[in-house]
């Protein structure tokens, strides 16, 4: 079974600096996806960042990029420049490909970008 | 593209009552999941189908919960003789086939009282 630890459950960080977020996760399975989400005070979950068990480069989207070391079984999202609007709950998520399970979620960190 | 789209927004029931979620996924995706979050957690996983057929329903919480997909598109989610405890937000999300990402609805938010 896979499970996903997000260890700060508050963050903070001061606007346009760059903010790590840490997930790590735990799985016996080779090939896996990690995911993350942002969920702000709207409720709606909003993709941000998908990195493959395979692929050899950190994914980036935009002011995101996945910090992803395999052998620490870790996948840190990194936010880079912050804005008053990343304030949000931010989850971790994975799943594996062999044997079609649902996407599992950490329990979240919360971010809070200061002016 | 209108986005996953779930009714009501807000629930208030009383101990005991049944009530239905609704989720309409984003048109043409064949996969729709059903998530409940508590305050203070990351979304749990509950169900999903494949397009009407329902291939996950052993972490339906008890079997108080059921969920149907008739023709493969909207979805819902029931839950008879409610109790406090599930006072939750229920999600709802789509993707176009297994390895895609989920896109997620705004969520209903059931009170109990």
């Known amino acids: 079974a896979q499970k996903i630890t997000q260890t700060q459950p508050g963050m903070f960080v001061q606007e346009k600096e760059a903010v790590t977020l840490d997930c790590t996760y735990d799985?016996?399975?080779?090939?896996?996806?990690l995911f993350w989400y942002k969920q702000p005070s709207s409720g709606e979950m909003i993709f941000l960042i998908y990195q493959g068990s395979y692929d050899e480069q950190n994914a980036t989207e935009g002011r995101y990029s996945l910090n992803f070391q395999k052998a620490r079984k870790s996948a840190n999202l990194v936010i880079s420049a912050s804005q008053l609007g990343d304030s949000a709950m931010y989850f971790c998520?994975?799943?594996?490909?062999?044997?079609?399970?649902?996407?599992?979620f950490g329990k979240g960190t919360r971010l809070s970008v200061i002016a | 593209d209108t986005g996953v789209s779930q009714d009501p927004r807000h629930k208030i029931t009383k101990r005991g009552q049944n009530v239905t979620f609704r989720c309409d996924p984003i048109s043409e995706h064949n996969r729709l999941y059903w998530y409940r979050q508590t305050l203070g957690q990351g979304p749990e996983f509950l169900t999903y189908f494949q397009n009407e057929a329902q291939l996950e329903k052993s972490r339906l919480l008890s079997d108080r919960f059921s969920a149907e997909r008739p023709k493969g598109s909207f979805s819902t989610l029931e839950i008879q003789r409610t109790e406090q405890g599930d006072s939750a937000m229920y999600l709802c999300?789509?993707?176009?086939?297994?390895?895609?990402?989920?896109?997620f609805g705004s969520g209903t938010q059931l009170s109990v009282l």
């Open positions: 998520a994975m799943r594996d490909w062999s044997g079609n399970t649902p996407l599992v």
């Open positions: 999300a789509s993707s176009p086939g297994y390895d895609e990402k989920l896109f």
């Open positions: 799985t016996s399975d080779q090939s896996y996806g």
